[in-house]
């Protein structure tokens, strides 16, 4: 008898704590984030074209007393696309339900949400790329023609109830567009890309959730914290506060630019917003592999992190403040991202119009 089996209990039960800490943090999180959510579109800062179209859409539905259409909200994640449905739900007066395709695994599942809808109420759901086919079959005759079609009995003696549906609306969320079925994506009637956070946007999200937190805060420390939250409202958020237990603690309570500035170097965040991991991504494929191209996977494994972490969490702010390039054999380190780090650009990763001294 060998005793793998009792070392691997121990890892499975060390890994389930994990879990259940994470779980924790979660719910943490969301208790956290709820308590700030804006309600309305005054309190929403920024997604300006968002906001402005949406008006006009939520008008347009109160006027002919018809249910929205469905909308799908796609981009990295923290940028408010939850908060952006809870804020339509708000200003319609109705109730949405909140889940995520992960959980509606089984048909019941879904079967289960769709029949305690009641006329134009919103069902949102998150990660919708992660639908698996029985549940986006069920959804689209629900979203046509508002309609649950259930099979009952088996292949000769099957027989489809049609069962009518309360008209609702549907609010997808996604990290990735891309992973939508075509059938999917083509029965929302507004599709929308959640844009990055501009620094004064930002600073005003801090100065707005320090306000609801009793948190002390100057525009120069709303700025400084805004500058390292990578355009993502969730990570301005949780800044302001972990940097609010550093001014209290260390300093004199009141975030200024340099209680926020010194904080955020404590905590390893640096000027662009980068944390310990971005910084070894990009360290690894400067370092290790020349400046790339390297695969995803070989990176993920280096890094002992999961490909989705780095492809949905660490990669898209990456690659828009062009950090980092996607190229079709993996991914390169940008010339930016060496002067970031103080380092020589190698020659070969020199663009040609920087190598032609124009
Ligand atoms: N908190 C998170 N996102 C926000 C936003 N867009 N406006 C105001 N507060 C927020």
């Given at each position: 008898m060998t005793i793998i089996s009792d070392n691997n209990l121990e890892i499975k039960s060390e890994k389930k704590r994990n879990a259940n800490i994470k779980a924790e943090h979660i719910e943490y999180d969301k208790t956290f984030e709820n308590s700030i959510r804006p309600k309305n579109f005054d309190d929403y800062i920024g997604q300006s074209e968002l906001k402005e179209t949406l008006k006009v859409i939520l008008e347009a539905a109160k006027m002919r007393q018809e249910p929205l259409d469905h909308m799908l909200f796609y981009g990295?994640?923290?940028?408010?696309k939850t908060t952006i449905a809870g804020v339509i739900a708000s200003q319609m007066g109705v109730d949405i339900k909140i889940t995520s395709a992960?959980?509606?695994?089984?048909?019941r599942d879904i079967i289960g949400i769709l029949m305690t809808l009641k006329g134009g109420e919103i069902l949102f759901i998150d990660?919708?790329?992660?639908?698996?086919k029985v549940a986006e079959e069920i959804l689209y005759p629900a979203m046509e023609d508002y309609t649950l079609d259930m099979t009952t009995g088996k292949s000769q003696t099957a027989k489809t109830l049609r069962v009518p549906l309360p008209k609702f609306t549907l609010i997808g969320a996604t990290t990735?567009?891309?992973?939508?079925?075509g059938p999917l994506r083509d029965r929302f009637g507004v599709i929308h890309r959640l844009q990055f956070y501009t620094t004064d946007e930002l600073a005003q999200v801090i100065t707005r959730t320090a306000k609801i937190l009793n948190i002390k805060i100057t525009q120069e420390g709303a700025i400084a914290i805004a500058r390292r939250s990578r355009g993502t409202p969730r990570i301005a958020n949780r800044l302001v506060k972990r940097v609010a237990d550093f001014a209290i603690v260390k300093y004199n309570g009141i975030i200024d630019d340099d209680v926020a500035n010194e904080s955020l170097n404590i905590l390893k965040i640096d000027e662009y917003g980068l944390d310990t991991t971005d910084r070894a991504l990009l360290k690894l494929i400067m370092e290790k592999y020349n400046g790339g191209p390297v695969g995803i996977e070989t990176l993920a494994a280096a890094l002992s992190e999961d490909v989705r972490t780095l492809e949905d969490v660490c990669e898209p702010y990456l690659l828009q403040a062009g950090l980092l390039q996607r190229t079709p054999r993996g991914r390169k380190a940008s010339p930016e991202a060496y002067r970031h780090f103080g380092e020589k650009v190698p020659p070969e990763q020199k663009s040609i119009f920087e190598n032609q001294d124009i």
């Open positions: 990295p994640p923290g940028l408010g992960p959980a509606l695994e089984r048909p990660e919708i790329h992660r639908l698996n990735k567009a891309g992973e939508l079925s």
